[in-house]
C-alpha cells in the first residue's frame, strides 16, 4: 500500500470539491477517474460530504478521497466510516491530529507559518497542506518555509490555478496542489460533465508536461 505522500505525488492535482447534492459525486468521480485524475477532495463545507464521500467510495473503490475542511472529532468519525482515506483541515487543530490518531486515519493540517508547521511535527505530522497558498505569499512564503524543516512536504491550495500551478509543483517537496478549477461548483450543478471532463483533461496534461 503507497503512503499518501507517494499517492500524492502520483496524482500531482487534488480537486477540492464542493457538493451540494450527494449523488452527483458518482458521475463526477467517474469524469475524474476516465480522465486520468483519480483522486478527490470533499469539503465538509455542506450537509452532503458524508454521504458523498460514501458514494464515491462505492462507485470508485481505488480511488485517493479525503474529507476536507474537517474541525473536529465528530467529523473526523464521519469521514472515516464514510470511506475517506485522509483528513484535511484548514488550520493545526491538535485536537483534530489527536481524533484522527485516535481513529486511525492520516491528518493533513493546513499551516502557512513556522509555530503551525513545528506543532505539526510535534505531533509527528510531515505531509502538510500550505494553506491558503497565494494569500499567505506564494511561492516565496512556501521557499522559505521549506527551507528550515528538512523533513516536510507540502499540498499548496488556495488560489492555484492553471497559470501558477506547475510553478508550485516544480518546487522541491510539494507533492501536489489542491485546486478547484477543474470541479468547478456551477457545472457540478449543472451536470455539465463534458465541461468537467474536457477541464479534467486539461489539468492532467498541463502538470504531466
Not at 138 to 151: E, T
Not at 156 to 171: A, E, F, R, V
Request: aromatic fraction near 6%.
Amino acid at each position: 500500500m503507497k503512503s499518501i505522500k507517494q499517492q500524492l505525488t502520483q496524482v500531482k492535482i487534488m480537486p477540492v470539491i464542493a457538493i451540494e447534492r450527494a449523488e452527483d459525486i458518482v458521475p463526477l468521480g467517474k469524469v475524474l477517474v476516465d480522465n486520468g485524475l483519480p483522486a478527490a477532495e470533499i469539503t465538509f463545507r455542506s450537509d452532503a460530504a458524508a454521504g458523498a464521500i460514501q458514494l464515491l467510495r462505492e462507485s470508485q473503490p481505488d480511488m485517493l478521497i479525503g474529507a476536507g475542511t474537517v474541525l473536529n472529532e465528530q467529523q473526523v468519525i464521519k469521514a472515516k466510516r464514510a470511506g475517506a482515506t485522509f483528513v484535511v483541515s484548514p488550520g493545526f487543530n491538535p485536537n483534530t491530529a489527536l481524533a484522527c490518531q485516535r481513529h486511525e486515519i492520516t491528518y493533513i493540517p493546513g499551516v502557512n507559518n513556522p509555530s503551525a508547521i513545528e506543532a505539526a511535527l510535534e505531533m509527528g505530522l510531515t505531509t502538510l497542506k500550505f494553506f491558503p497558498a497565494e494569500a499567505s505569499g506564494g511561492l516565496a512564503m512556501l521557499k522559505a518555509l521549506l527551507a528550515p524543516y528538512a523533513d516536510i512536504c507540502f499540498m499548496p491550495t488556495g488560489g492555484i490555478n492553471p497559470t501558477n500551478i506547475n510553478d508550485y509543483l516544480n518546487l522541491d517537496r510539494v507533492v501536489a496542489c489542491g485546486g478547484t478549477w477543474m470541479v468547478d461548483k456551477s457545472l457540478i450543478q449543472n451536470q455539465d460533465w463534458v465541461a468537467l471532463a474536457q477541464l479534467t483533461q486539461e489539468a492532467v496534461a498541463q502538470v504531466n508536461r
